[in-house]
């Protein structure tokens, strides 16, 4: 497709599992960052990638984070023992360089954790 | 620390009504850009200003950065509810790097018929 798809769209997780959130980037895009926005506020920063290497992991919330993009194209956030403070949507955006240039988003997956 | 703050937080108007939303900062920003995000999609890209003073039109959105690149503002002429969704603007680079993005947390619009 020529947009940024993610997937699932939507996720219920009960508290303490795990789970896996996965970002399609538009093809031949070197950037790809990972957001999370609470209902109504800007997205927050999580966590970056430049081709396959992850250059920033700083605002990932804690170390049930973890995100990865073995191959430079595909990225997948995983979280580890759910809370329900993680209940969020998550957006993947990705971009043409590796300036601070135009950040193309996707769908964003909804995860609520019960 | 780099902050954004966007005003009003919210808004509600008639359609065919004018407006106008802020982006205000105390840091100076290379470039500045706009979204629109409408419920259960992902922020749209609307325009990036990178130049002082610079004016864009977008059909009836007409964009301005200021003349020290610290603030910005977004106003829309006879709106219409096709113009509802939260409005984000993006300034960048965040410092000490050289593609993070500091974002504003929206100014939520309402445009009724």
């Known amino acids: 497709g020529a947009g940024v798809s993610q997937s699932p769209r939507y996720k219920v997780a009960k508290r303490g599992q795990d789970v896996a959130l996965r970002c399609d980037p538009i093809s031949g895009h070197v950037s790809l960052f990972w957001y999370q926005q609470a209902l109504g506020q800007g997205p927050e920063f999580l966590t970056y990638f430049q081709n396959e290497a992850q250059l920033d992991k700083s605002g990932l919330p804690s170390d049930r984070f973890f995100a990865e993009r073995p191959e430079g194209s595909v990225s997948t956030l995983k979280i580890q023992r759910t809370q329900q403070e993680d209940s969020a949507v998550y957006l993947c955006?990705?971009?043409f360089g590796t300036g601070p240039h135009e950040q193309y988003f996707g769908p964003g997956t909804r995860l609520t954790v019960t | 620390t780099q902050l954004l703050e966007q005003s009003p937080q919210f808004l509600s108007i008639q359609e065919g009504e004018n407006l106008t939303v802020y982006c205000n900062s105390s840091?100076?920003?290379?470039?500045l850009q706009w979204y629109r995000q409408e419920p259960g999609e992902g922020p749209v890209l609307l325009v990036t200003v990178v130049t002082g003073g610079e004016v864009k039109k977008l059909k009836r959105l007409t964009f301005q950065f200021g003349d020290a690149r610290k603030d910005s503002s977004l106003h829309i002429t006879a709106a219409q509810p096709g113009d509802t969704g939260l409005y984000l603007c993006a300034g960048g680079p965040k410092l000490h790097s050289n593609y993070q993005l500091i974002w504003g947390a929206g100014t939520k619009l309402i445009i009724k018929p």
């Open positions: 840091s100076v920003f290379s470039s």
């Open positions: 955006a990705s971009s």
